[in-house]
Every structure is written in structure tokens, then in C-alpha cells.
């Protein structure tokens, strides 16, 4: 069996229905945190996968989603992880693997459905004991893990994506060579320029990080961006030696280079 389909079913609370805007946003969060999770697992951080509807029911605003590319081992991994890592969440204010701040946004406000005549929510897949129901806990949980600390710094790794879609803030993401975390770096349009010709090269980011509750940078709003010069760029030790051939120390304080 191949384990690709994923659906939510919304339950309304007593002698109500559930609103068409709280199905919209319970359709529209689960599909971000489909693709965040397809675009973390995924080894070239492309989205390849086409979740089409594959079942419908409206006494219980229930849809079912199911794969229609040919990708069926990234949906079954996509799904699988988005089940584990949702159970994990239930009971643990730990990061599931594979969950950036993205993903975890979006379960928070599906887990805050509750408050807008919804009175339960329930995920699952056609894989063996995937049933969950989404609590406040939850909520609660993905809160302490997205709580972070605001300070100066610096990111450096490699620009491995930039995203610039239509009423939505501008952003690259730079994989961090300390954490191994991919880092949302927002930056204006005037910095488009620099980030396009900085694209798949090595970068030093400067600006306001905000970190997780493990001090990890998660985001950054730029305010620099550095190309690091690659090896062939750097000034080899003889280049140096016939540069500063003759020269004191002395002189070469006064210059500002010692």
C-alpha cells in the first residue's frame, strides 16, 4: 500500500457548522506544512509534489489529500513525517525533525481551530495507527518551541534559496555552518540584487536574529550580506610576503593592517 494520502476532518461544535473561513484556513495550513516538510526532506529543497482532492465530505468538513505526482516515495515520506512529528508534538515541547518555523506556525493555528466553533480536528493517513486529534496542548507546545531571543549577529553558510512570491515578504534561506539549520533570512528590495548574484554561494549574513528556545538562529532580518571570497580569491601567503616585503610593524599599524 502506498501511504500518500493524507485527510482532516473538522468537527463542529453542537447545533453549529463549521464556517467556510475555518475550513479554508484548516486546508490552506495543512497544505504549507505538507510542502515545508516535502521542501525539508526533500534532497534538492524543491517542491515536486501535487496534492489533488481526493475526497470530499460536508457534514463533517472532511478532504482527503492524496499525491498525484510520480514522486510516490517523497509523498510517503513527506506524509510519514508529518504524522510522527504531530504525535511528538502532543506530548513534547521538542522540535520534531524535519519541522521548520514555517511548518510550526501552521499547525498552531490549525491546533487554535477550536476557537472558532470547531469543536475537534482530526488528522490521519492511510498509514497503520496515524489517527490524531489536534489539542490546545499543542498549541501550547509549538509556543514554547518558537519562543526566542532577539540580538545582533551574524549567519554564515551557504544561499541555497530565494523566494519572492506576490504579497509575500522577500527571504532566502542560508543553511547555517554552526547548526546545520536552515535560516530565513528577510531582506527589502533593495538587497535583491545582492542576494541573486549571491545565489549557491557561501555568505556571511549580519543583522537581528531571532533563535529557538536552543539558541539556534531561525530567522534573521538582513542588514548585511557578504560574499565569503572562495579559496582561489583569497591572497596566498607569497602574494602577502611581496606586499609587505620590507615593512615594520610599525608601519603596518599605522596603516591599519596590524
Not at 547548526?179 to 530565513?184: C, D, K, M, W
Amino acid at each position: 500500500m502506498e501511504f500518500k494520502r493524507l485527510t482532516i476532518k473538522l468537527e463542529p461544535k453542537e447545533e453549529t457548522l463549521v464556517t467556510f473561513n475555518s475550513f479554508k484556513l484548516a486546508l490552506d495550513e495543512l497544505t504549507t506544512v505538507l510542502r515545508e516538510i516535502e521542501l525539508e526532506v526533500s534532497e534538492n529543497k524543491r517542491s515536486k509534489l501535487k496534492w489533488g482532492v481526493a475526497e470530499l465530505s460536508l457534514g463533517s468538513a472532511t478532504i482527503g489529500l492524496e499525491d498525484m505526482s510520480e514522486e510516490e516515495s517523497l509523498a510517503q515520506r513527506t506524509v510519514t513525517v508529518l504524522v510522527e512529528g504531530m504525535k511528538e508534538l502532543r506530548t513534547k515541547k521538542v522540535r520534531p525533525q524535519y519541522f521548520n518555523d514555517t511548518a510550526l506556525e501552521s499547525i498552531q493555528r490549525l491546533a487554535r481551530l477550536s476557537e472558532d466553533g470547531v469543536s475537534q480536528i482530526n488528522i490521519y493517513s492511510n498509514i497503520p495507527d496515524s489517527q490524531l486529534y489536534l489539542t490546545e496542548q499543542i498549541a501550547v507546545n509549538v509556543k514554547d518551541i518558537l519562543e526566542h531571543l532577539d540580538y545582533f549577529g551574524s549567519v554564515e553558510g551557504l544561499l541555497e534559496l530565494i523566494s519572492g512570491r506576490e504579497n509575500q515578504p522577500l527571504y532566502f534561506r542560508v543553511k547555517d555552518i554552526v547548526s546545520g539549520n536552515a535560516v530565513r533570512c528577510y531582506f527589502t528590495e533593495n538587497t535583491l540584487g545582492d542576494a541573486l548574484g549571491a545565489f549557491r554561494k557561501r555568505v556571511v549574513v549580519s543583522g537581528i536574529i531571532q533563535s529557538d528556545s536552543s539558541g539556534n538562529p531561525t530567522k534573521i532580518k538582513v542588514q548585511e550580506l557578504v560574499i565569503v571570497p572562495s579559496e582561489e580569491q583569497l591572497p596566498q601567503p607569497i602574494t602577502l610576503r611581496d606586499k609587505f616585503k620590507g615593512s615594520t610593524y610599525r608601519s603596518l599599524f599605522e596603516k591599519g593592517v596590524a
